[in-house]
């Protein structure tokens, strides 16, 4: 009967000053609503990755400079030894190591690609050229709208051919059919022998991957007039996903013949996986970490509208008191406010959260989003606990108010 009572009385105070009370709840509701949504944001751009990876098939085997270690690293004696490196490192792989893999067994592809800057005569402006081989249009099948790809006979001879994607097509011969067609870079004639279909561009920001402005040209062509020869990355793909492991073995025994053993890494598909969500899952915590900083904002605020409460009620206080209610039926009372503040504004903002990570694809279609039910959960949570904290100061001191000095305050 009196928990029943300090629930009313809790209800009653707090809807007596609903403006005051939405305010104070505003706090927690943009916390969890900027945690939802920066979570949802994360996932979704982890989703996305994950997906265009295991789009490329499980049967692709990647090759990087340096030693990277994925998973637990083991222990060892000494700590000289080599324990990382690889993304950021400087490569020693050339395309020689590529012509090694290429017709090995349990291998069908192998390929590298080689990024080049150069003059676009015609608009007469500088544009980023792809240097690639006819494993490249294997492995990736990019679409075709004219012509063909570049072939192992062009690669050979270093032709100054190339395969061009429809934004590149459209602004250097207008859309139409290019194929036959000569345009120079850096004063130098290069024939179209096909150009790609339009597609839609993948990831966003600086890391977009947009295939409809890539001008190919054979990667022999482009190292040959290169200072640096090394590639950054070696793409192998084994028969099928069964050969992936003997693909493994056969990429590691012919590097090693011209490699150290740390001077490079083969990873598996699952191998990649790993790592970009290891990354990506980081990325995403600590968005979620500092959107949780407006949650304590948020928990502060209704710390401060408490002790403004107590001041304000001590002479509601006293008469309670009088009457013979106990320390516990005044702390509990202004602690049930605090975690009813916290709560209400919690449910609020997990409710406009998933409306507006269900909603942020529609107005911004580049930008994916996939709900994270566990931070969900977590935010929720971390809300109920916010309130519990900020709320047991001003209760405790509601609660040890004399009664006689309550009564006389005015």
């Excluded at 098939?57 to 324990?83: D, H, T």
């Excluded at 920001?205 to 190292?223: A, D, R, S």
């Excluded at 150290?260 to 598996?268: C, G, H, M, P, R």
């Amino acid at each position: 009967m009196r928990i029943r009572e300090t629930f009313r009385s809790s209800f009653k105070s707090l809807f007596h000053n609903k403006l005051r009370s939405f305010l104070t709840m505003l706090g927690i509701i943009i916390g969890i609503f900027s945690v939802i949504m920066l979570t949802s944001i994360g996932e979704g751009v982890k989703h996305q990755v994950t997906s265009q990876v295991e789009s490329l098939g499980a049967n692709l085997l990647y090759v990087f400079p340096g030693k990277i270690e994925i998973g637990p690293q083991k222990a060892v004696e000494s700590k000289l030894g080599v324990r990382s490196g690889g993304f950021g490192q400087k490569s020693t792989l050339t395309y020689d190591d590529v012509l090694a893999l290429k017709n090995k067994k349990h291998i069908a592809a192998a390929t590298a690609m080689y990024g080049g800057i150069d003059w676009l005569d015609k608009m007469r402006i500088y544009v980023s050229t792809t240097g690639v081989d006819e494993d490249f249009f294997k492995i990736n099948q990019p679409d075709l709208r004219w012509g063909r790809f570049i072939s192992k006979k062009e690669r050979e001879n270093k032709k100054r051919v190339a395969v061009i994607g429809h934004q590149a097509n459209k602004e250097i011969f207008g859309g139409k059919n290019s194929v036959g067609r000569f345009f120079k870079l850096n004063g130098k004639e290069y024939k179209v022998v096909g150009v790609l279909s339009y597609k839609k561009p993948e990831n966003m920001g600086p890391h977009e991957e947009n295939i409809n402005v890539k001008i190919f040209l054979p990667i022999t062509e482009i190292i040959d007039r290169a200072e640096d020869k090394h590639v950054s990355q070696i793409i192998a793909q084994a028969n099928s996903a069964k050969e992936v492991k003997p693909a493994e073995n056969i990429i590691r025994k012919t590097l090693l013949k011209s490699h150290k053993a740390v001077e490079f890494t083969v990873l598996k598909q699952q191998d990649m996986l790993t790592v970009i969500n290891k990354i990506l899952g980081i990325l995403t915590a600590g968005l979620g970490g500092i959107a949780a900083i407006s949650l304590l904002v948020g928990g502060i605020g209704i710390m401060n509208i408490m002790l403004v409460s107590v001041a304000e009620r001590t002479r509601e206080i006293g008469v309670r008191k009088a009457i013979g209610a106990s320390r516990r039926d005044i702390l509990v009372q202004f602690l049930i406010e605090a975690i009813f503040l916290s709560i209400i504004g919690g449910i609020i903002g997990t409710l406009a959260g998933i409306g507006g990570a269900r909603m942020l694809p529609s107005i911004f279609p580049a930008i994916q989003t996939a709900l994270s039910v566990p931070a969900v959960i977590i935010a929720l949570l971390f809300a109920l606990l916010v309130g519990v904290f900020f709320g047991v100061y001003p209760a405790t001191k509601a609660a040890k108010l004399d009664p006689i000095e309550a009564l006389r305050n005015e």
